[in-house]
Every structure is written in structure tokens, then in C-alpha cells.
Nanobody, 122 residues
Framework: QVQLVESGGGLVQPGGSLRLSCILSGIRSDFWAIGWFRQAPGKEREGISW????????HYIDSVQGRFTMSRDAAKGRVYLDMHSLKPEDTAVYYC???????????????WGQGTQVTVSS
């Protein structure tokens, strides 16, 4: 059974940093990927980054490129999202999600965590 649990959200001032963690279990294939998604109040959910398990390649949307970084610690069963230079517009509930790469890249992974709130405000 695939399970994902996020942690690490919180309140941070503009320009600050946070590290989100996603604990994974039950992942069965190196051809899967992990994505981070976010949903702000009144807005649609958007995919912001993904990481492929087989080669650890990553992709980021333009608005977070250069500020956010994904990484994986396979030994600990964790994927991280390091967020720097945070802006108020980064405020959202952040979710990690997993599935085969095609589903994640298309924005429709089948397995989701419960989400963690990130609030960027002074």
C-alpha cells in the first residue's frame, strides 16, 4: 500500500526558508516519480515540481525555479522540498504525490499525502 505523509510546513516571513518532508512507503518501482503540488485559497491546485526515481532528474515550474529544490534520501524513504526566498504568493497547502512518471508529469498522480500548510507573511 502506497502511503505519503508530509511535514515541515509553518509560518515564515517573506524571504525566509522552509524544508518540507514527504515520507514514502510502498513505492514499488523505480519508474515512479514524486511531485509536489500546492493549492492556495480560491485557486486551482498546481504542480510545482517533480523528481524521477530512476535518474533523480527534476523539473520545476518557472515561479519556483531557482528558489525550490527537490531531493531524495532513499535510505530514509524521504523526499524533500527545500524552499528559499519565500514570497507571500507561495502561501498554500503543499502536497506530495506519487505515481508512475507519466501520471505525475500530467498532474494526475494517484497517491497523495494529507498536505501541510505553508504561510508566508510578515
Amino acid at each position: 500500500q502506497v502511503q505519503l505523509v508530509e511535514s515541515g510546513g509553518g509560518l515564515v516571513q517573506p524571504g525566509g526558508s522552509l524544508r518540507l518532508s514527504c515520507i514514502l512507503s510502498g513505492i514499488r518501482s523505480d519508474f515512479w516519480a514524486i511531485g509536489w503540488f500546492r493549492q492556495a485559497p480560491g485557486k486551482e491546485r498546481e504542480g510545482i515540481s517533480w523528481l524521477k526515481f530512476n535518474d533523480l532528474s527534476t523539473h520545476y515550474i518557472d515561479s519556483v525555479q531557482g528558489r525550490f529544490t527537490m531531493s531524495r534520501d532513499a535510505a530514509k524513504g524521504r523526499v524533500y522540498l527545500d524552499m528559499h526566498s519565500l514570497k507571500p504568493e507561495d502561501t498554500a497547502v503543499y502536497y506530495c504525490a506519487a505515481d508512475d512518471f507519466g501520471a505525475v508529469a500530467a498532474g494526475h498522480p494517484g497517491y497523495w499525502g494529507q498536505g501541510t500548510q505553508v504561510t508566508v507573511s510578515s
